[in-house]
């Protein structure tokens, strides 16, 4: 068995069930780090991220916790505030992926849910990186599902995204989200696949 934990971080773009096969992972006793979560933490009341966007962006930092909505606004009208925002919270990010590690290190697997994982370079670190895809038409009807979602919001989106094609280019493993059951079935293969891989190591 290796001495740390196998770190398997798993991406995919909008609509492809990522979320869906993250809580796979997780019923099956895999912990999991949540990016979009860890942020969500760090915006919070008294969250590390807040003195940093209040420094940024005053308007952005009410009661104590940043306010998405404005920090949104200004993005939108300043054209440099979302690197700005980037470079000041991704070492927070950073830390608290790391501290997540830290505290699960007798576990043989975890999972790094990370949504930009190529459009942000987080690949560094990991022992091998997890692309759930969809067909494009199964993507977009999940995605129009959502309430409030519109086309344009969808193509705005996928444009800042990295290609679904390049994403599996790039990926150690590939699951397709047809159904739950297929889907349930391949991450159950997937972790026989890297405990036999962590065992011959």
């Known amino acids: 068995m290796s001495a740390r934990p196998f770190l398997l971080g798993l991406t995919g773009s909008i609509g492809m069930g990522k979320s869906t096969t993250a809580r796979m992972f997780a019923e099956a006793g895999v912990p999991v780090w949540d990016a979009d979560a860890a942020v969500r933490r ?9 003195p940093a966007i209040a420094a940024l962006c005053p308007d952005a930092v009410q009661d104590d916790e940043v306010d998405r ?3 949104k606004a200004w993005i939108a009208e300043d054209r440099t505030a979302l690197a700005r925002i980037e470079a000041a919270v991704h070492p927070l990010v950073a830390r608290d992926r790391a501290a997540f590690v830290a505290a699960h290190a007798d576990a043989p697997l975890l999972l790094l849910d ?6 942000t370079g987080s690949e560094g670190g990991l022992d091998a990186v997890l692309v759930v895809t969809a067909p494009p038409a199964q993507q977009r009807e999940r995605v129009l599902a959502r309430p ?10 996928l444009a800042k995204q990295t290609p679904d094609t390049e994403k599996r280019r ?12 297929q889907t349930r079935a ?7 696949e890297i405990k036999q891989r962590v065992a011959d190591a």
């Not at 990370?114 to 459009?119: C, D, G, K, N, Q």
């Not at 391949?186 to 026989?192: D, I, K, N, P």
């Open 170 to 181: 790039r990926a150690d493993y590939v699951i397709e989200t047809r159904n739950l059951e």
């Open 186 to 192: 391949e991450v159950q293969a997937l972790m026989a």
């Open 42 to 50: 760090l915006y919070a009341k008294g969250g590390a991220a807040v």
């Open 69 to 71: 909505g404005a920090l």
């Open 148 to 157: 409030g979602m519109t086309e344009a919001q969808f193509e705005t989106i």
């Open 114 to 119: 990370i949504p930009l994982l190529f459009e």
